[in-house]
C-alpha cells in the first residue's frame, strides 16, 4: 500500500489530500470525489459567489424569505450550538465588520462606522420558519466562514473514510481532519508555520485521528 498526494486549490487557498491506497488510480478517484465534495461545499456556502445560498439570503436581507435545504438547515443548528455554547461570542452575522476593518492596514476604524456594522450583528434576530430564512434588516449578512472550511474538511474526510481508506488525512489551508494514522501507525507531524517567516515551522503536532484547525497571523505585534 503506497501514499498519494493530490493538492489542489479550493476556497482562495492551497488544499491537500493524502491517503494510502493499493493503486495511484484507485487513490485519484477516491481523491477526486473529495475535492468535488470540497468544491459543492464552497459553491453552495462560499459569499464571494453570487450563486451560493449564502449570497441569496444575503442579498434578500431587509427583504423576503429565502427557501433552505435540509443541510443549510442543519449548519444553522450548528451555529446555533456555537453561539450558545460560546455565549454569543460566536456569530455567524458578525461577517459585516470586514467592511470596518481592514486586516491588510493598520488603523483602527472610525467608532461611526464600526457602530454601523455592529449594529446588523445578531444573530438571535435572524428569522427562521419551516423551510425557510429571512434577514430582517438590510445590510445583514449570514457568514459561513467560521466553520465552513472546518465542515468542508470533515465531509471530504467522512467520503474518503467511506470508500474503504484507514490512513490518511484532509488539508484545507490548515483546517485538517486526520482519517487515520499512517499505514505503519506512527501518527501524522502536523507543522505550525512560523507567522513571521514562511519557510520555518516553530512547532510539529502528532495526529493520530481528530481535528485540528490553525489560524493566520495579522500584523507584527
Same mark, same amino acid.
Given at each position: 500500500? %503506497? ?15 493524502v491517503?494510502? @491506497?493499493?493503486?495511484k ?11 468535488e465534495? *470540497? ?14 445560498? *449564502? ?5 434578500a @436581507? ?11 438547515f442543519s +449548519? ?9 455554547s ?7 452575522t458578525?461577517g ?5 476593518? %481592514? ?5 483602527v #476604524?472610525?467608532?461611526? +462606522?464600526?457602530?454601523?456594522? +455592529?449594529?446588523l450583528i445578531s444573530?438571535?434576530?435572524v ?8 434577514? #430582517?434588516? $438590510?445590510?445583514?449578512? $449570514?457568514?459561513f ?10 465531509r471530504?474526510?467522512? $467520503? *474518503? ?22 499505514v ?10 512560523? #507567522? ?7 512547532a510539529?503536532?502528532p495526529?493520530?485521528?481528530?481535528a +485540528? ?6 500584523g507584527d505585534q
Amino acid at each position: 500500500m %503506497d501514499v498519494f498526494h493530490f493538492g489542489f486549490e479550493a476556497m482562495g487557498s492551497g488544499c491537500e489530500i493524502v491517503l494510502a @491506497a493499493e493503486s495511484k488510480k484507485e487513490a485519484q478517484s477516491i481523491a477526486g470525489s473529495a475535492i468535488e465534495e *470540497v468544491s459543492r461545499i464552497e459553491r453552495k456556502y462560499s459569499r464571494y459567489r453570487p450563486e451560493s445560498i *449564502v449570497s441569496r439570503i444575503n442579498t434578500a @436581507a431587509g427583504h423576503g424569505c429565502v427557501e433552505c435545504d435540509d443541510e443549510t438547515f442543519s +449548519l444553522f443548528q450548528y451555529a446555533d450550538t456555537l453561539y450558545e455554547s460560546s455565549n454569543g461570542l460566536f456569530d455567524i452575522t458578525a461577517g459585516v465588520l470586514r467592511k470596518a476593518w %481592514d486586516f491588510r492596514k493598520a488603523f483602527v #476604524p472610525e467608532q461611526e +462606522l464600526l457602530s454601523k456594522q +455592529l449594529s446588523l450583528i445578531s444573530w438571535q434576530r435572524v428569522e427562521r420558519q419551516d423551510n425557510t430564512v429571512r434577514l #430582517p434588516s $438590510l445590510g445583514m449578512e $449570514l457568514d459561513f466562514g467560521g466553520f465552513g472550511k472546518e465542515y468542508a474538511a470533515d465531509r471530504a474526510a467522512a $467520503l *474518503v473514510y467511506g470508500k474503504g481508506v484507514r490512513y490518511g488525512y484532509v488539508n484545507l489551508a490548515g483546517d485538517i481532519r486526520v482519517v487515520g494514522p499512517k499505514v505503519d501507525g506512527s501518527p501524522w507531524m502536523i507543522g505550525i508555520q512560523d #507567522p513571521r517567516h514562511k519557510n520555518r515551522t516553530i512547532a510539529s503536532i502528532p495526529l493520530y485521528t481528530g481535528a +485540528l484547525a490553525t489560524s493566520g497571523h495579522i500584523g507584527d505585534q
